[in-house]
């Protein structure tokens, strides 16, 4: 892959929860998200990185299965095995907020996600040297609103685009303990 020295600009096309895709402005890259069932006992999601498979059959690169009544249930990124979410994204401090969280990646790193209020930046997720590695900015207010986009951008430094799966996997389950109060 090209390195150009520009992050990843993923615009998230619909804002929701629910399914999106990512596609970065520069077309380098493209993920999505899709709900591939959901009952009373369970909500699942695939996301799948588009670009590793031009014209072959996708595999999803995270499984999200989310369990009954809003709670969190168990992940799988690649090829893994399916663990809690609760162990997978586990509190920053035993007594903190919900919402700072870390995970260890497929690279072996521990990273983290934290809410920031007040600004753009809805979440920021950070390496162990405090190296802002992707963030999720919300649409602000006051921008125009343009058809086909949510307005929110998940963007991803470049030197960490191999994580990017694993990014919006963290995130979205992230978002889903701030939506659900969890």
């Not at 994204?89 to 007040?118: C, H, M, N």
């Not at 040297?129 to 951008?153: D, F, R």
């Amino acid at each position: 892959m090209t390195n150009y020295g520009l992050p990843y600009f993923l615009e998230d096309k619909t804002g929701s929860l629910s399914g999106s895709e990512f596609v970065d402005i520069h077309d380098r890259m493209r993920l999505c998200i899709r709900c591939t069932a959901r009952d009373a006992q369970r909500c699942a999601f695939m996301i799948y990185n588009i670009n590793a498979c031009p014209g072959g059959p996708l595999t999803p690169g995270a499984v999200l299965d989310f369990g009954p009544s809003n709670t969190l249930g168990t992940v799988s990124i690649g090829s893994g095995s399916y663990i809690p979410m609760s162990r997978y994204l586990t509190k920053v401090s035993p007594l903190g907020s919900s919402l700072a969280r870390k995970f260890i990646a497929s690279d072996g790193q521990a990273y983290r996600w934290s809410w920031r209020e007040g600004d753009n930046s809805e979440w920021i997720c950070q390496n162990g040297e405090n190296y802002i590695v992707a963030c999720y900015n919300l649409k602000l207010s006051e921008e125009p609103h343009y058809s086909g986009s949510s307005g929110c951008m998940l963007t991803v430094e470049e030197a960490y685009s191999h994580l990017a799966v694993e990014l919006l996997a963290s995130l979205t389950i992230m978002r889903y303990i701030a939506a659900n109060n969890l």
